[in-house]
């Protein structure tokens, strides 16, 4: 058994339900402490829902005004794991069956945690001084509400004016084989909670009474308009779907069959591009609601910004990385959810996120295959390379 997978079953087999840790970042961090990285625990959030980050980093070589810093970047705490009689084996004890590795987190993301260390000491082994400085940026809350993890360690980073030059972020991103697909950019999540007021009143009566769901209608269908067109932004960026706009939840009504309602609630979402902004959406549905002269209430919750990382050194170094292990011309691709990258890209300008096959993420049964471990840990080990290559010209 290789050591990346050795660490891979160590931290599976670690119960760490969101918030929950579970001791995985101990068992990193005293790995990473071996090897020269200073180390910082950053506990946030309320007792009963305690956040356990960790801060890993070690200094290179190259004079200060020409520093480069990589970090990995990843989070420790799964999901939960539903039913244990659907399970064919415990979540939390490695399980080889057919070829894979089963438990909780094998693929989301257990096992790019191990190859990011076992990635890192080779290199290290290999290159003891390297002038690259390297760091490593792990967090029990990204299965969770995602406010007392990543976003805090880099609030604090900022604060105090410590510097990220390159990130990859282990997220399961392949698709049909390891290394196949990474994301150089994920959209931005805006959600909006929008109540129109009526007149409650007997349904035989309508004059005594404003239906409030035939008022908001013909917005609805405006707003359904627009965004069946793709016509949220006037310009479109090649690495990004249209923005899109989605109703989720629509409410009115007290369940009787003979009541107009006195309000009806809409609770709907945007996924959007780098080419809008969420002033920019929230100011075109403003307008489309006030034109239809409606009495309204609207919240906005935003998500997550979007990022791109355009081609440059980053990108590059995974793309001949992946290429080099595995012969494949890996896709850049936008699509998908947000992550934590969604923090990490507002204080470093060129983050990738790179991961195993995703098939099982979050389901029964979750599981890597085992063929695909080690290539994982390589691709980390060759991106290094190719990075501390660039800091030596």
């Not at 282990?170 to 129109?196: A, F, H, Q, Y």
């Not at 239906?211 to 932004?233: D, K, S, T």
């Not at 590059?316 to 890996?330: F, H, M, P, Q, R």
Request: net charge negative; glycine share 8%; aromatic share 6%.
């Amino acid at each position: 058994m290789s050591s990346t997978q050795q660490l891979a079953e160590q931290l599976i087999a670690c119960p760490s339900v969101t918030p929950g840790d579970g001791g995985c970042q101990q068992i990193i961090g005293e790995r990473l402490a071996r090897l020269g990285f200073r180390l910082e625990t950053i506990e946030s959030g309320p007792e009963a829902f305690r956040v356990t980050n960790l801060w890993a980093v070690r200094a290179g070589s190259a004079p200060a005004d020409s520093a480069k810093t990589l970090a990995f970047a990843g989070h420790t705490d799964v999901v939960p794991t539903g039913p244990l009689d659907q399970w064919t084996s415990d979540p939390f004890t490695p399980t080889h069956r057919d070829g894979k590795l089963y438990g909780r987190g094998a693929c989301d993301m257990k096992t790019s945690l191990a190859a990011f260390v076992v990635s890192i000491e080779e290199f290290l082994a290999a290159t003891p001084e390297p002038r690259l400085s390297l760091a490593l940026l792990l967090t029990s809350d990204e299965e969770g509400p995602a406010l007392d993890g990543t976003v805090v360690v880099c609030n604090k980073l900022t604060a105090r004016g410590d510097r990220i030059d390159y990130c990859i972020v282990g997220e399961p991103t392949s698709v049909s084989r390891c290394g196949d697909m990474i994301k150089n950019g994920r959209r931005g999540s805006m959600s909006g909670k929008l109540t129109v007021k009526g007149v409650q009143g007997h349904i035989a009566y309508p004059q005594l009474a404003r239906n409030p769901v035939h008022a908001l209608a013909p917005a609805l269908a405006e707003l359904v308009a627009i965004n069946q067109a793709g016509r949220w932004e006037d310009t479109r960026n090649s690495y990004f779907q249209p923005t899109s706009w989605q109703i989720s939840n629509f409410h009115a009504g007290t369940g009787a069959t003979n009541i107009i309602p006195g309000a009806a609630t809409v609770d709907f979402n945007f996924r959007f591009s780098t080419e809008s902004t969420p002033e920019s959406l929230q100011k075109r549905v403003h307008a489309v609601l006030d034109a239809h002269d409606l009495d309204y209430s609207l919240d906005w919750t935003i998500g997550g910004l979007p990022f791109l990382t355009a081609p440059g050194e980053l990108v590059e170094a995974v793309k001949a990385a992946i290429a080099d292990e595995t012969g494949l011309d890996t896709e850049l691709s936008t699509s998908g959810g947000t992550s934590d990258a969604r923090f990490i890209a507002q204080i470093c300008k060129q983050v990738v996120e790179l991961g195993p096959v995703n098939a099982s993420i979050h389901k029964i049964d979750e599981h890597i295959a085992v063929a695909d471990i080690d290539p994982l840990k390589n691709i980390y080990r060759r991106t290094l390379d190719k990075l501390e290559a660039l800091q030596r010209r």
